[in-house]
């Protein structure tokens, strides 16, 4: 019953009250792509978890959902993620040639016992969202063009058809070439704020005040709300079950 404020006093007084065997906690950590959580972007964060060693419960972290694999062989295998985006054969990217090896693995092998389903692409993220390039309002909060983008080495785009890079936040505010949307056809842009929230899985009545480069600062800081929510329910649902004994 104590506010958040009054436990972290008493942790602090605790802590510097010099050795305290009263109260310790068994920590966890692990590196977790946002990409096999459902989250269209490739983002690896270090999660850091500790809980209470008098409680007694044991814990770990919640495996993850999607795979590269499915979404190879839904691309290249079964053709079922063109299908279901309405993408003919001629506006279909390339073949990936350095991915041939396992393409070819994944459909002479047959692997059917896929239990994970496929990463979610740039493509199944924003497709639904009208080109910001186009001078008629949209009427989409957060959702205008952005003027300005340049590849150059080390700074290049995320495609249509795979999980976005990882966004940043940028050096003084300025985002990346991560930050950039690739059209088939090799044109460049930025992503809008929404796109970028889209990518970190925010939801749509989540608005963002403030400049472009403030919000997408603020976006390329973020921790996915997907990857967040699956992490902090697994624990919330453990301590509710501890709890209820």
């Not at 050795?19 to 068994?26: A, D, E, M, P, T």
């Not at 796109?195 to 973020?222: C, K, V, Y």
């Amino acid at each position: 019953n104590e506010k958040w404020w009054e436990h972290l006093s008493r942790l602090e007084r605790q802590y510097t009250r010099g050795n305290y065997q009263g109260l310790s906690y068994r920590v966890l950590f692990r590196l977790l792509n946002a990409a096999d959580y459902g989250v269209p972007q490739r983002r690896e964060r270090v999660f850091i978890v500790g809980i209470r060693s008098d409680l007694g419960i044991e814990w770990s972290f919640p495996g993850p959902t999607h795979s590269q694999d499915a979404l190879l062989k839904s691309q290249w295998v079964d053709g079922s993620y063109w299908e279901k985006h309405k993408v003919s054969s001629r506006n279909r990217p390339q073949f990936p040639i350095r991915k041939k090896e396992r393409i070819m693995h994944l459909k002479n092998n047959r692997v059917e016992s896929l239990n994970s389903k496929p990463w979610l692409t740039v493509r199944d993220a924003i497709s639904d969202l009208p080109d910001p390039r186009k001078k008629v309002s949209s009427g989409i909060q957060n959702h205008e063009f952005q003027a300005g983008a340049r590849m150059y080495k080390g700074h290049t785009g995320s495609p249509l058809d795979e999980p976005a890079k990882t966004l940043k936040a940028g050096d003084h505010g300025v985002p990346g070439g991560e930050n950039m949307f690739v059209y088939p056809n090799g044109d460049i842009r930025y992503f809008t704020v929404r796109e970028s929230a889209r990518l970190q899985t925010f939801p749509d009545d989540f608005i963002f005040h403030g400049s472009w480069t403030e919000s997408m600062r603020q976006l390329g800081n973020a921790v996915p709300v997907t990857l967040a929510n699956i992490v902090a329910t697994d624990i919330y649902k453990l301590l509710v079950i501890t709890n209820e004994k």
